[in-house]
């Protein structure tokens, strides 16, 4: 587990926490959230060992919260084993690794349980875009700068990224991850370049029932209206 480091515009921004997921010859690759490396003019990396060392971010998705960034090979300490969060049940035991607040609170674990499966959760990303994302319910402990840590199984084996937590007056214990095998599924996409490629349907569309009376349908009619197609 390791912390990362933003800096923007020569100055300090802001940390959060990543994983080694994987190695080759020359490179060590360590999987993050987006929102931890966004508008980063320089990354580097601090291991639970305290040793500082450069990073280059390869690429990341907003949508999906995911980024994959890159350190030498010789630096890495060990690299994390992957679980499946399929095989998660409610109730099973979980443990979350990340260093919060920054150095202050350097190595942190927390301990919970799995509150929730296959949560829906709807984020917004831009102005006028929202994403609904696949995330796992957990009531493990979440500060700011435990983005991107790994949430893992009782036996050491990463199951999800730790992204998002509900943060209102008389909310506690919901936090969010992202299942492992999605954030995996996209990882090599990103390393190979540097985003991740997605069909348009280049259409603009709004709610059946809302034009029913329009069309001389009954209120009930179920699907979309196309009220526009995209140029191109």
């Known amino acids: ?26 490179y060590g690759y360590i999987l993050t959230n987006y929102h931890v ?5 320089k990354l580097s990396v601090v291991y639970a060992n305290e040793k500082e060392v450069d990073a280059v971010a ?17 630096s890495v300490i060990k690299v994390a084993e992957m679980g499946k969060a399929s095989d998660l049940s409610l ?18 674990v927390t301990r919970g349980i799995v509150s929730g499966l296959n949560r829906k959760i709807t984020v917004s990303v831009k102005s006028t ?5 696949k995330s796992i319910q957990v009531d493990a402990a979440i500060n700011p700068g435990n983005s991107g840590g790994p949430l893992c199984n009782s036996n050491g084996q990463v199951i999800g990224i730790t992204n998002m937590k509900l943060a209102s ?13 999605e954030a995996i599924t996209y990882a090599d996409q990103l390393v190979e370049n540097g985003s991740i490629s997605r ?15 329009y069309f001389g349908y009954d209120a009930d009619l179920t699907g979309v209206v196309i009220a526009n197609v995209v140029d191109g």
């Open 169 to 181: 007056t008389g909310v506690e214990g919901m936090g969010f991850a992202i299942p492992i095998e």
């Open 199 to 213: 069909p348009q349907l280049g259409v603009e569309m709004a709610n059946a029932s809302s034009y029913a009376g």
């Open 58 to 74: 390869l690429g990341g998705d907003e949508y999906l919260d995911v980024a994959v960034v890159r350190v030498d090979k010789s």
């Open 1 to 26: 587990v390791v912390m990362i480091k933003n800096f923007q515009k020569g100055e300090y921004a802001g940390s959060g926490s990543g994983f080694v997921y994987k190695t080759d010859d020359k």
């Open 129 to 133: 875009n929202d994403w609904v994302m």
């Open 37 to 41: 490396i966004a508008k980063a003019s």
């Open 91 to 108: 109730g099973d035991t979980i443990f979350s690794f990340f260093f919060p607040v920054g150095e202050e609170y350097y190595n942190t």
